[in-house]
């Protein structure tokens, strides 16, 4: 499938692209017009035109064009991959390899390649009205119309789908357990391996299910536990046994709101006049904890989890891996997580108004963080060292990590952006859209400014400036020029 490719081929068709090698016609340097110059963290170079309107991005083997918001398309024809954005999220189009997705708005989408048994297969959805695939195995086609009639497979959280009329008549099945729903979701006959049960809901409904045996990957026999769920004017009584033939048979049952209570080897749980009273009991964790109610008012003690909480004035839990502490929540959130050799924390002051991160490896001592102060800056320092400032920052902080926004839509705000990489001692610092830059590395200095006209290089051959693109001056580097002698 090859979509992207035709409408990367229309927007280039409009103008809105640089010249597909991405190759200028030399180091010209004009600023906001015009810049073309090396990447800082990486190998490789960035064009830029008009600003953040176009650009074009080479680092190894991957290409970039983009026209900030319309469009960008990557390519790396080494790892046989691709990606498309149409105003970012309305249209996307990934491929990796065979397989590939299309989508518009997350509503009407293609899909397809090879599965991992290497079966060619290939969606079409038009969500919710319209599933199909195709594949090379015809057990694995499907076609549904919604709402009259069709069969989906891997959907909505079952392996397959059966309708007429929907919700008249539904019919589903989860591995071995098939379900036929008449007036979804009123009433239901269900039957699989050792299990029956039926329903006309909310008024009554039963289940059953004996203990069965199942023989695993490696050919070992193993023991299904079975269950009897039973519940009446539902959610006010349920009652049920689930785990039974096993080393973990648990007992649940509720009246609401004055009682439920839950039963098992591991853990006791006791609730009256739900939700206002709990009592927790967790012996296999070695905590106890009281609700009054959750989650409001929490208190646990013991080995496993320490909790005080008064939502929403404060609360600190902790346990051996976690932490987890409010102050006047949203206004203040902090989040760690220690799991050797990661050590992860953060903070949040009123969700992504500013969020700090920081996250180490203790057995190397690396670390890595990022801030965002939403919405005047994001800054950012992986493990490697290397270092990115971005002001302003709209979306970042709501989005973070997403590599749609940082391409799509970063360039059109990131009004200052600087970098510096630890292992090359290169540096670079950018001002509206390079109307001033400058850039370091150990052996050379670059500085342009006002769409290029004044620049100034200094590098092993001396000191070059240039005033409206004219030299005005040159200095030869003495040990340069014994050098050539």
Same mark, same amino acid.
């Given at each position: ?163 007429? *009329?929907? =919700?008249? /008549?539904?019919?589903? +099945? ?7 729903? #008449? %007036?979804? @979701?009123? &009433? ?66 509720? *009246?609401? =709101?004055? /009682?439920?209570?839950? +039963? ?7 609730? #009256? %006049?739900? @939700?206002? &009273? ?208």
């Amino acid at each position: 499938m090859h979509v992207a490719r035709y409408l990367v081929i229309i927007c280039l068709g409009l103008g809105l692209s640089l010249p597909l090698n991405g190759r200028s016609a030399g180091p010209l340097h004009a600023g906001f017009l015009y810049d073309d110059f090396a990447l800082t963290l990486s190998p490789g170079h960035r064009a830029e035109v008009l600003g953040p309107l176009f650009d074009f991005e080479q680092k190894e083997s991957q290409r970039q064009w983009a026209a900030p918001p319309l469009f960008s398309y990557t390519l790396d024809q080494e790892v046989d991959y691709e990606e498309f954005d149409l105003l970012y999220p309305l249209l996307t189009y990934d491929r990796f390899g065979e397989e590939y997705r299309f989508q518009i708005f997350q509503l009407f989408s293609f899909s397809g390649g090879q599965s991992v048994q290497e079966i060619s297969r290939h969606r079409f959805t038009l969500f919710p009205l319209y599933f199909q695939q195709r594949s090379a195995d015809p057990t694995n086609n499907y076609t549904a119309l919604m709402p009259f009639y069709g069969r989906i497979k891997n959907h909505f959280f079952r392996d397959e789908i059966y309708f007429i *009329l929907w =919700p008249g /008549y539904i019919q589903s +099945r989860k591995r071995d357990v098939v379900t036929d729903n #008449y %007036l979804y @979701p009123v &009433f239901h006959l269900r039957h699989g391996d050792g299990l029956h049960g039926w329903q006309v809901w909310p008024l009554v409904g039963n289940e059953h299910k004996g203990v069965t045996t199942k023989t695993d990957g490696f050919g070992d026999v193993e023991t299904v536990g079975g269950h009897d769920e039973f519940f009446a004017l539902w959610p006010i009584f349920s009652n049920q046994k689930t785990g039974i033939g096993t080393e973990l048979p648990q007992k649940q049952q509720a *009246l609401l =709101p004055f /009682y439920s209570l839950l +039963r098992s080897p591991p853990r006791d749980s006791s609730t #009256y %006049l739900w @939700p206002f &009273f709990t009592y927790i009991d967790e012996r296999e964790k070695k905590y106890h904890e009281w609700e009054a109610p959750w989650p409001f008012i929490v208190f646990a003690r013991g080995e496993g989890k320490t909790t005080t909480r008064f939502w929403p004035l404060f609360s600190q839990a902790h346990s051996e891996t976690l932490e987890s502490n409010f102050y006047l929540w949203p206004i203040y959130k902090y989040n760690r997580q220690h799991a050797a050799p990661s050590d992860r924390e953060r903070t949040r002051i009123l969700f992504f108004l500013f969020s700090h991160i920081t996250e180490k490896n203790e057995e190397t001592g690396d670390a890595m963080q990022r801030t965002d102060f939403w919405p005047l800056f994001t800054t950012r320092r992986d493990f490697n060292g290397n270092q990115r400032l971005q002001v302003l920052s709209l979306l970042e902080p709501i989005l973070p990590n997403n590599k749609s926004v940082e391409r799509d839509y970063s360039p059109l705000w990131s009004m200052w952006r600087s970098e510096k990489n630890a292992q090359t001692g290169a540096a670079s610092q950018s001002l509206l859209w390079n109307l001033y830059r400058h850039t370091t590395t150990p052996k050379a200095k670059k500085c342009s400014l006002l769409f290029g006209l004044f620049q100034y290089q200094s590098d092993a051959e001396g000191k070059r400036c240039r005033l409206f693109y004219v030299p005005v001056g040159k200095t030869t580097n003495p040990v340069n020029e014994q050098s050539k002698r």
